[in-house]
T-cell receptor, first 109, second 115 residues
């Protein structure tokens, strides 16, 4: 699986959009970009995934650059409950994931 | 659906003791896996299973055994606990191994301390 690079931490004001970047310059053609988050010490929670097109669901949007070397997870209206560690994972198989240290997002009032 | 359940939630072992961490899922998922998470780190894959009777090693398999006799259950056995195995253990399941076909569902974790 390709390696990913994420900033260690970010802050976001409640109600504003949170934009979390991820670099994955060695991604190969059959690898997907997945995002998970971990709130406190709970089990990770799936957010969204994509191959090359932008994706949106009820939780977030995923923007993947045309060359697929980077992506951005967007939480459109962050709330305090979105405070968590966010993991960007690039993988060719959904059942075996390689987690890095992620981005710790702090949402503040 | 209960999703992925894990027992116990907390466990303290002495060095050299053995125990089994239980994991069950009620979603009829073929793929199940065990991860460990050390403080300040991401999750690391210990063992995984692609179906009943089929298991394989992940990134950090030493000191752990698994078996998969049913689709629902995937227990993790610590053979002789060591302080280095103090960690939080997460079990996960997924419908498909194909990268575009779905997410992993994680259990709430078992917090293990080995003294």
């Amino acid at each position: 699986d390709a390696k990913t690079t994420q900033p260690p931490s970010m802050d976001c004001a409640e109600g504003r959009a949170a934009n979390l970047p991820c670099n994955h310059s060695t991604i190969s053609g059959n690898e997907y970009v997945y995002w998970y988050r971990q709130i406190h010490s709970q089990g990770p929670q799936y957010i969204i995934h994509g191959l090359k097109n932008n994706e949106t669901n009820e939780m977030a949007s995923l923007i993947i650059t045309e060359d697929r070397k980077s992506s951005t997870l967007i939480l459109p209206h962050a709330t305090l409950r979105d405070t968590a560690v966010y993991y960007c994972i690039v993988t060719g198989t959904a059942s075996k994931l390689t987690f890095g240290t992620g981005t710790r997002l702090q949402v503040t009032l | 659906n209960a999703g992925v359940t894990q027992t116990p939630k907390f466990q303290v072992l002495k060095t050299g003791q053995s125990m089994t961490l239980q994991c069950a899922q009620d979603m009829n998922h073929e793929y199940m896996s065990w991860y460990r998470q050390d403080p300040g780190m991401g999750l690391r894959l210990i063992h995984y299973s692609v179906g009943a009777g089929i298991t394989d090693q992940g990134e950090v398999p030493n000191g752990y055994n698994v078996s998969r006799s049913t689709t629902e259950d995937f227990p993790l056995r610590l053979l002789s606990a060591a302080p280095s195995q103090t960690s939080v253990y997460f079990c996960a399941s997924s419908y498909s191994r194909l990268a575009g076909m779905g997410e992993q569902y994680f259990g709430p974790g078992t917090r293990l301390t080995v003294t």
